[in-house]
DNA sequence: CTACTCACATACGCCTCGTATGCCAATTGA
DNA sequence: TCAATTGGCATACGAGGCGTATGTGAGTAG
């Protein structure tokens, strides 16, 4: 075969992200025992520090792979609307939905920011917020939001009010209802960002 | 002396919640030893065990501490405003800055739900998202804000926006510039709230 | 075919946490 | 005032978990 190691090498960084985001999205960062989940993987720690350098690491490789995943799903449910308004709003309330799934929750807003700080930060992340800039400023141009309004900072705190949202939802016992309170009042946070008539 | 044992008792809690508030609010909670926070009160984990039961006891004591502060700090300067809506933006603001200390924003906003969960589910903290639900509410019968808003999740959200828009000032380069982009962008999102005449 | 590279495993020591146990001072009741 | 007792806090011990140094064997290049 042409290069079986590079094949394998692959598939062993793979693995690794597969048993870490799944113990990641379960048991937590600080619970997940470098020992078990490599060896769940048919591996061991050494094949870890090697890769990743560390927990750390392997935590930012997990995140990465996540976030490309939840770009992925943006753009394909977003696409779907008439307006651009709408396209944006659908874009948040997707974000929001997503935020509910616990390995996400886990993972994106809770152990991510705790271990690795503001995800503003992030190197190779947040490939969501940097959708909902793109849309704010073209909103921007087309007069439909107000101009006074910086899209990226905007899109972060749209971020934060998302993860609160799904939050809530998540730790409701009636989530149905929830929902529906949580992304009304969402909604009527970001008629806000619209240009009055 | 009359009470010798029950002064040299809550001297001892006092202490070692603030040896912990130290740690936390440095290093953060992860790497906060509690041999050595401990020492650096001039006592040992047998104590904290005996006080707190465990690690989370403690940062669960701190954190009732500094929300106790925060509401306080809060209320003290919202309290000026002249109408009740400019009241309510001024608590969100000053809510804002506060979570610009590196204190609270670590302790708060990031080790704290990571390692005891959301935020809405604490015990004995978010004393100020309750004052914000109260005014929302006040709000909502003046018929200054829109009707069909549940007050609560309102006020979790605008939270969840809040503590992002400290975290991106806290990180920025050029702190004053992006505070006022960052508190623009956060007041246009609270205007999504008002009734339009 | 030989020497080198490198992916990964193994082995070791340090640190941290939780619990079980012990000690001494303060309180209580007479 | 003097036992008896409570309980605040320290000490001692064991169990993991992490990071590093080192080993090994398979693939690769010249």
Redesign the pocket.
């Known amino acids: 075969m042409h290069?079986?190691?590079?094949e394998?090498?692959a598939?062993?960084?793979a693995k690794l992200i597969a048993a870490a985001r799944q113990a990641f999205g379960t048991v937590g960062y600080a619970e997940?025992?470098?020992?078990?989940f490599?060896a769940s993987a048919?591996?061991?720690?050494?094949?870890?520090?090697?890769?990743f350098?560390?927990?750390?690491g392997l935590l930012q490789a997990v995140i990465a792979e996540i976030d490309g995943e939840m770009a992925v799903r943006v753009n394909e449910v977003a696409s779907k609307a008439s307006t651009r308004w709408q396209h944006f709003v659908d874009e948040c309330t997707t974000y929001i939905e997503m935020a509910l799934e616990p390995e996400i929750q886990r993972i994106m807003f809770r152990d991510g920011p705790a271990v690795l700080g503001d995800p503003a930060q992030w190197p190779n992340a947040s490939a969501c917020t940097a959708s909902m800039t793109d849309h704010l400023t073209a909103l921007q141009g087309e007069g439909v939001v107000v101009a006074d309004l910086d899209p990226e900072t905007a899109a972060r705190l749209i971020n934060g009010a998302s993860s609160q949202a799904a939050q809530r939802i998540a730790n409701s016992k009636d989530p149905e209802a929830t929902s529906k309170k949580a992304i009304a009042a969402f909604k009527q946070l970001l008629e806000g960002l619209r240009k009055k008539p």
Chains 1, 2 share one sequence.
């Open positions: 290069r079986p190691r590079k394998m090498i598939e062993t960084r997940a025992s470098m020992d078990d490599t048919g591996l061991t720690r050494g094949a870890l520090y090697h890769h350098g560390d927990k750390k």
